[in-house]
């Protein structure tokens, strides 16, 4: 079965420190990942997919397959950062690339 | 830059009614979805539309629910009588090929009393 996993539901760090959210996947196939984020008050929106490889403000996920994980990643984290996170798979060879949604991590940061 | 758009913002109607809920996708998309997030669960995949018919849809999407395309621009998600369980965010999206990001609209909050 497709599913994506986000073990947190709310992650609190200090402004400055390491953040790391984490994300699990289950897949039979070669999926495409994907986190999205979601600030206060605005849209769904694309943070990074593993296939660029970008660091999108300061943010990185990579795509370890042994462990079916794609946790996202970032060394310095700031308030503007707070938001809550959603990582989501999208499966190879469908009639189409819909995305299967993880239940979402709220990162909070603390001044 | 373009926005997905949806309407209404908020829509409140009761067990029973039909609904509509509208979105205006970006105009050169091909692609289109809905998607809903009920209050404190995932967001979950409803239905994709694509050359003007479905091309693929979940369990959840039952004979209750349909999509249109009627004119060109908008795409509407139908909701033909709705139930309490119905209440939650509905997000439309579009993507202009296979496999490039879906950019999502603002969402509608559905809420069926």
């Known amino acids: 079965a497709q599913r994506v996993t986000q073990p947190e539901k709310l992650l609190s760090v200090f402004k400055g420190a390491p953040v790391e959210l984490k994300c699990n996947y289950s897949?039979?196939?070669?999926?495409?990942l994907f986190w999205y984020v979601q600030y206060s008050r605005q849209r769904l929106q694309l943070l990074l997919r593993?296939?660029s490889r970008e660091s999108i403000k300061g943010f990185t996920a990579d795509l370890n397959k042994g462990e079916t994980s794609f946790h996202l990643k970032k060394p310095f984290a700031q308030e503007e950062d707070s938001a809550m996170y959603y990582c989501?798979?999208?499966?190879?060879?469908?009639?189409?690339?819909?995305?299967?949604f993880g239940t979402g991590t709220l990162l909070a940061v603390q001044p | 830059e373009p926005e997905v758009t949806q309407t209404p913002s908020h829509q409140v109607t009761q067990m029973g009614q039909e609904v509509i809920l509208r979105c205006v996708p970006i105009?050169?998309?091909?692609?289109f979805y809905w998607y809903r997030q009920i209050l404190g669960q995932k967001v979950e995949f409803l239905v994709s539309?694509?050359?003007?018919?479905?091309?693929?849809k979940s369990e959840i999407f039952d004979d209750q629910f349909s999509v249109e395309r009627p004119d060109g621009s908008n795409f509407t998600l139908k909701i033909r009588s709705t139930k309490l369980e119905d209440s939650a965010m509905y997000f439309c999206?579009?993507?202009?090929?296979?496999?490039?990001?879906?950019?999502f609209g603002q969402g509608t909050r559905l809420t069926v009393v």
């Open positions: 593993h296939i």
């Open positions: 897949y039979s196939g070669s999926p495409e």
């Open positions: 989501a798979l999208s499966g190879d060879g469908g009639a189409t690339n819909k995305l299967i």
């Open positions: 999206a579009s993507s202009g090929q296979m496999n490039t990001e879906a950019f």
């Open positions: 105009s050169n998309h091909l692609y």
């Open positions: 539309f694509y050359n003007n018919e479905i091309s693929e």
